[in-house]
């Protein structure tokens, strides 16, 4: 036994927290199973890899920034919303995201636009993929925040390195001149090789009118739409079907 806790203090000293915790029942079943000492050893370091692998999931998944509702195995296919389950499975294979594509999801409020987004991140993330997702509000502040705040500028930097972005409702509300020129530079850095999926509720021609300039709307569509493929979906608010009521009715 005293041997056992030198062991344990060995995998403190070295961080090895899934040998660590499930010491004691490795040696209990490798001694009953009467396992050679390959195996024995294979157990211990698998157990230690799958830990480390699980902790990974979890960080990169915390940085995702998902919403809650994130896993498209929970997608309603009988909801006829511009978009099947042979795209949707094309999709989430990823093989866009290998060729550097943008993905645009376009359509009225309540269509699951972010819902297919933050899905597609999901699946990205565990995939080992950098994906990140952000809303357009977030993106705006961290342009306008990373030269002051820490934080701001770790996220900027993280996002530098990504490759998958998620910008969820662009173009919703109006942007100032500055915050659309910040906007442009931060697509046209990573364009080329960062794959982004934007979700929107207006037309391209609409861009023009939200950031008040017709010729940085034009340059923006242009990095976006240089590689990409525009899903137009439709329907009613999946929301307003599904809308939840205190009352008795």
Not at 89 to 112: A, C, H, R
């Amino acid at each position: 036994m005293e041997k056992a806790q030198t062991i344990k203090q060995y995998c403190r000293q070295f961080n090895l927290t899934g040998i660590l915790n499930h010491f004691d029942d490795i040696l209990n079943d490798a001694q009953t199973k009467q396992s050679s000492y390959i195996e024995y050893l294979f157990v211990l370091f698998k157990t230690e890899a799958e830990t480390r692998e699980a902790k990974s999931l979890e960080r990169r998944i915390k940085a995702a920034k998902l919403p809650l509702t994130h896993d498209l195995k929970h997608f309603d296919y009988t909801s006829e919303n511009g978009i099947n389950k042979t795209q949707l499975n094309q999709l989430k294979e990823l093989n866009w995201l290998d060729q550097n594509f943008n993905i645009v999801l376009m359509g009225p409020s309540g269509t699951g636009k972010t819902y297919i987004a933050a899905g597609l991140c999901f699946e990205a993330v565990i995939k080992g993929y950098k994906a990140y997702f952000r809303t357009m509000d977030e993106i705006v502040t961290m342009l306008k925040m990373k030269d002051i705040t820490i934080s701001a500028k770790a996220d900027y930097t993280r996002l530098q390195k990504a490759n998958l972005i998620i910008i969820d409702d662009i173009m919703l509300f109006p942007i100032d001149k500055q915050t659309a020129v910040g906007l442009f530079n931060f697509i046209n850095q990573l364009y080329e090789t960062t794959a982004f999926i934007i979700t929107t509720n207006k037309s391209p021609k609409e861009w023009a009118q939200m950031l008040d300039d017709e010729v940085i709307a034009t340059a923006l569509l242009d990095r976006i739409l240089f590689r990409c493929q525009v899903v137009n979906l439709v329907g009613k608010s999946y929301r307003m079907k599904n809308r939840k009521s205190i009352f008795n009715e």
